[in-house]
């Protein structure tokens, strides 16, 4: 069969096609000069945990990184090297074999199916607070800490990548690419500078083109650096020596650049050394320069091993997931092919990377595209799944807000508005009521007047919500402090709104958490929005507030009508849970669509498009207050649906500008954030730049059809 340039986002199907046959599959690697041709690996096998039978439950299984994938040990791996390579007993003293199985040790740090091993010195640090610039070695890349930082530190951490680690990884594949081009095959040597150079290159390229990640590069040092590459005869120079290679001069240049950093940043900021080289380490704590130093990973790290394709983020607490795509697709530049065999039929899947016949141009590299060939597996046109941002509910709860699929032409503006006004939208408030609500009700009667509009404080119920799930049950006097209130009579309101919804129970002067309760305070903490307005509809009030938005038409702004005294309450609640979103000096507006990240590219192409003034750069507020007035999209629906876009290689998207707007500050949006554990009310600014993509001020934004 023919190999075709595929992304991993178009593998998933045939991944998930592969399993339809069986939950297990085997998984196998092979470098062709180092192994010989048609000779593999054994990696082990992945067993798929779809949750279901239908063919939808595979993709999204594939996609969320519903999988365990269990290692053969290290011993084993030993035993199969010792043979693919053809070596003999007397070549097992020969180091260069534990070097390439450390080696292969960093893919799984470097996909975060395995965190690096951190001094307890640089974890206590950890989140950063304030702003930090970590300056990584070629350590730091090749060995997955580089995507550790980028992946759980950002944006907080900005990320310096000095030259010198570009020029080593550079070296690297210079070196490999020679060595394979050799007359005498060197398999340990081809398959070590193969891992280490294509692995290295993946990451930097990852960040530079795939993620929100921000990377700064300092410029060469001439002087320094010029007797490294030719004859300098220059007598100033000549007793130096250094046209004499020496040991460690990189790691010196590599702390060079932080020490510039450090010299040219204001005082009090913060620059780190991330690194696994203890000979580095100890270089940047004689220099003043703190080192996030880990452990170097070695085999043991990957082999012998159960890994998951979800795992807890160390800081957050919140379920990073790694789809088996993206599994595959490291594994494929790691070693330059890799194969997935069904182990209860003769389905493969081989993706490579690199080898005999298999050219290369960049548009490879800004797709992550790789040559996929695969038998016996057809790929089923599923219906489209929605992609959500980390913490939104799967397909089981998008029953609302409205999901507009691919192939459903998009209700844009004048459609929209015409629908909605006629109740044809089938919006995010209408009818969302969750099963169960009268027989629960019926529990506990209601204090008078709980169901009429409450005037509370937001931040206050969702600390009342948090503290009674923690704690099951609390003293009233506990229940006072906890809402900074002095007598019962300041939480009145919000006392009425709790026993609406039967989030609580007060039994004299103990105050009782309900399931009800918890399970809203659970989808706070999770930043889960929808089940959170589901929950919140169990109150009387604030489902008659879903309904009074729900019966606005989009592009029209949202009357007080009888929540005057109480809209504030109820417009922050409408906000946190993505049914209505303010513009300033306008009003409140409708938000109940949610587009799938294939029917919101178009969208944000004509918007951009409509704001362009010819210089292919818009305000990233005016982007987002556009689509909520026109469209009615939620400013947190359009910031993921964005990222997911761009992800999928639907658009292309680039911000430019350094200098935070201040100039519209009065145009604020309240969103749900969970910190430390605990659901808080944060206030973003559209115009500042910093909320559509975080950890970058840049106020202009420049989107790009994507080219097939």
Wanted: aromatic share 6%.
């Amino acid at each position: 069969m023919t190999s075709m340039l595929t992304t991993p986002r178009e593998a998933e199907a045939l991944l998930a096609h592969l399993f339809e046959a069986g939950s297990e599959a085997r998984i196998k690697v092979s470098e062709n000069k180092a192994f010989g041709a048609e000779n593999w690996l054994n990696l082990g096998t992945i067993t798929l945990d779809p949750g279901g039978n239908k063919a939808s439950h595979m993709l999204m299984a594939v996609r969320r990184g519903s999988f365990e994938w269990v290692l053969p040990s290290s011993e084993d791996i030993d035993a199969q090297l010792f043979k693919l390579m053809g070596f003999k007993e007397a070549d097992r003293t020969n180091g260069k074999l534990r070097r390439a199985m450390d080696a292969m040790g960093g893919i799984a740090v470097r996909l975060g199916l395995r965190y690096p091993r951190l001094d307890p010195f640089a974890l206590e640090g950890m989140p950063y607070r304030r702003s930090t610039t970590v300056v990584a070695d070629t350590s730091a890349v090749i060995q997955g800490g580089l995507d550790f930082v980028a992946r759980h530190l950002h944006p907080a951490a900005r990320i310096k990548v000095p030259a010198i680690v570009q020029m080593e990884i550079v070296n690297f594949a210079e070196r490999f690419l020679s060595t394979r081009r050799a007359s005498k095959i060197r398999p340990l040597d081809i398959l070590i500078d193969h891992m280490l150079s294509q692995g290295g290159q993946r990451v930097l390229l990852r960040l530079e083109l795939n993620t929100d990640t921000e990377i700064e590069r300092n410029f060469l040092l001439g002087d320094p650096l010029r007797s490294a590459f030719m004859k300098d005869s220059d007598p100033e120079l000549t007793e130096l020596n250094l046209s004499v290679r020496i040991k460690a001069y990189a790691d010196r240049l590599i702390l060079e650049s932080a020490r510039q950093h450090q010299a040219q940043s204001n005082l009090g900021h913060k620059v780190q050394l991330l690194t696994s080289d203890q000979g580095l380490a100890r270089m940047a704590l004689a220099e003043g320069i703190v080192p996030t130093y880990f452990n170097s990973v070695v085999a043991s790290d990957l082999f012998g091993r159960r890994l998951t394709g979800i795992n807890l983020d160390p800081f957050s607490g919140k379920l990073r997931e790694c789809s088996l795509a993206s599994v595959l697709w490291e594994l494929a530049t790691a070693f330059g092919s890799v194969r997935l065999e069904s182990s209860t039929s003769d389905q493969h899947i081989e993706i490579a990377a690199f080898g005999e016949g298999l050219n290369w141009s960049p548009v490879q590299s800004h797709g992550d595209l790789l040559w996929c060939e695969h038998y016996g597996c057809v790929a089923p046109e599923y219906p489209p799944i929605s992609a959500g941002a980390a913490g939104t509910p799967g397909p089981a709860l998008l029953a609302t807000p409205k999901t507009i699929s691919a192939s459903e032409t998009p209700d844009t503006s004048d459609q929209v508005r015409e629908k909605a006004a006629t109740g044809a939208v089938r919006t995010a408030h209408a009818g969302a009521k969750t099963v169960g609500v009268k027989a629960l009700k019926a529990q506990q009667p209601v204090a008078a007047g709980a169901s009429r509009p409450q005037r509370f404080n937001v931040a206050t119920f969702f600390a009342l919500l948090d503290g009674l799930d923690t704690e099951q049950s609390l003293p009233e006097e506990a229940v006072l402090k906890l809402a900074g209130a002095k007598k019962r009579a300041g939480i009145d309101d919000c006392r009425r709104f709790l026993l609406s919804g039967r989030y609580v129970v007060i039994n004299g002067h103990s105050w009782n958490a309900t399931p009800t309760g918890s399970a809203l305070a659970i989808a706070l903490r999770n930043e889960d929005n929808q089940t959170a307005f589901e929950a919140l509809q169990y109150a009387d009030s604030f489902a008659k507030f879903a309904s009074h938005v729900a019966e606005v038409p989009v592009g029209s702004t949202i009357p007080p009508g009888n929540f005057e005294r109480a809209f504030k309450t109820y417009k922050t609640l409408g906000e946190i849970t993505l049914i209505c979103a303010p513009i300033y000096e306008e009003g409140l507006y409708p938000t109940p669509v949610t587009p799938t990240a294939e029917a919101f590219a178009p969208l944000a192409l004509t918007h951009f498009n409509a704001l362009d003034t010819g210089d292919k750069l818009v305000s990233t507020g005016a982007w987002l207050e556009r689509l909520i007035r026109n469209e009615g999209i939620h400013p947190e629906i359009a910031r993921a649906r964005l990222s997911d876009a761009s992800g999928a290689g639907l658009l292309h998207r680039s911000t430019e500008g350094s200098t935070t707007d201040v100039r519209n500050d009065r145009h604020i949006l309240q969103v749900l954030r969970a910190r430390g554990g605990h659901p808080v009310i944060d206030t973003v600014h559209l115009y500042r730049g910093d909320y559509l993509i975080p950890g970058k001020a840049s106020t202009s934004l420049r989107i790009l059809e994507a080219t097939r």
